[in-house]
């Protein structure tokens, strides 16, 4: 389901919140909302739009195709935040970086992005905050190369450790494997070597960290 944005969609999302009620009515004259369901494509890697994504509720995931359809997994975008990756202010279209999938029910703004642009050359606070988003993003993947280029799968359990300790006791084995692209046998090796190693221990599925600096000399 599409509809028309209304200022009131936007007034609170970070992107927009700065904006006073002339500006957000502005802006609502060329953004609309879609419902999308769990497990739906927002769209494909490769795909040429004309349109800005925000992701007002929900949570995505991004991810590639290699040529053997194996699906590897880049990161995750949660709500109020741009799903679209921008790279040229100059380009009238964009090329999209990855697939986006819906991991749950999202509602997302699609943004005429002729429209956003010329509202950014009269509203130049607004720029700021794109910015800021990409380069929050930017930091997401030199995360992203360091993971898959650097580190082993020993190094990555443990910065997913460090640093995402609750998702990762909240996802199941498999679906952490797979985000950090290794096998599940894999993933369970690592730990049991963690836990023996006294960094980690494990009660009813639930990891807890015994000693964080132990880890970080593994990927620091």
Do not use: W
């Not at 991991?103 to 130049?124: A, Q």
């Amino acid at each position: 389901m599409i509809k028309k944005a209304k200022p009131e969609d936007l007034k609170d999302l970070f992107l927009f919140k700065d904006l006073d009620s002339n500006q957000l009515q502005e802006l609502s004259s060329f953004i609309k909302i879609k419902h999308y369901n769990e497990k739906e494509i927002v769209y494909y890697e490769n795909d040429l739009k004309k349109q800005l994504y925000y992701l007002k509720s929900g949570h995505v995931k991004v991810y590639k195709v290699d040529r053997f359809d194996n699906e590897i997994f880049l990161y995750d975008i949660e709500s109020d935040n741009m799903i679209t990756k921008i790279s040229s202010l100059e380009e009238n279209s964009i090329n999209c970086f990855g697939n986006i999938e819906c991991v749950k029910p999202c509602e997302i703004l699609i943004i005429d992005y002729e429209s956003f642009k010329n509202f950014c050359l009269k509203n130049p606070k607004i720029l700021l905050k794109v910015v800021e988003i990409f380069a929050k993003r930017n930091q997401l993947l030199e995360c992203l190369i360091n993971r898959e280029l650097v580190y082993d799968g020993v190094a990555k359990v443990a910065y997913t450790l460090v640093n995402d300790i609750d998702s990762f006791n909240k996802l199941k084995k498999q679906e952490i494997a797979y985000r950090l692209n290794i096998q599940p046998e894999t993933l369970s090796r690592i730990l049991k070597k963690l836990i023996k190693r006294e960094l980690i221990k494990s009660e009813h599925g639930i990891i807890e960290i015994l000693d964080e600096e132990g880890l970080r000399e593994i990927f620091e």
